[in-house]
């Protein structure tokens, strides 16, 4: 059976860090800012009370929680550089229930259902699929044209009506 479509992706830590802000799910990263926005917000009116110690207290926190996004970014940029072997180049292949993986210069990959795509999201550069276990597959636009981009997209989309867009233009 053929393949519906077939496109190559590069990951490298070059890679991963021009999409870096995308990393964390969207939902989770407008919890964290909430948060911050929340402790801010406390500890001024906290001052206009002259509960400063407190105050203190809110601010150093809202600065430990961004300090802590920043760094859980890094560390899932790390942990997949270290999964990929610094640069991998791999051959994506969509079939009508699965998309198959397999190294560029390999015939063997491994079999991924749609449904353990969780969500798709557009940079300037890349259309990066994003797997339940935090995996990505960066797809650089120079492979396709608008019309094959979004003829893509609906096909994957599909297969898994779950699937969140983040992005898309």
């Known amino acids: 059976m053929e393949p519906a479509f077939v496109v190559s992706v590069s990951i490298n830590k070059k890679i991963l860090k021009s999409f870096e802000k995308y990393l964390l799910r969207p939902s989770f990263n407008l919890f964290i800012n909430i948060v911050i926005l929340i402790c801010v917000s406390l500890a001024i009116c906290l001052f206009f009370l002259r509960f400063n110690s407190l105050a203190n207290i809110l601010l150093i926190g809202a600065l430990f929680i961004y ?37 560029e210069l390999e015939e063997s990959g491994f079999n991924i259902d749609y449904s353990n795509i969780s969500r798709i999201t557009e940079t300037k550069k890349y259309v990066v699929l994003f797997t339940r276990e935090n995996m990505c597959f960066p797809v650089h636009k120079t492979f396709y044209n608008d019309n094959e981009k979004y003829e893509w997209l609906d096909y994957i989309v599909d297969k898994n009506k779950k699937i969140k867009l983040y992005n898309i233009q």
Do not use: C
């Open 67 to 103: 300090i802590e996004k920043i760094l859980g970014r890094k560390i899932i940029i790390k942990k997949l550089v270290i999964a990929i072997n610094f640069e991998q180049n791999y051959i994506l292949k969509f079939y009508d229930d699965y998309m198959t993986i397999s190294k």
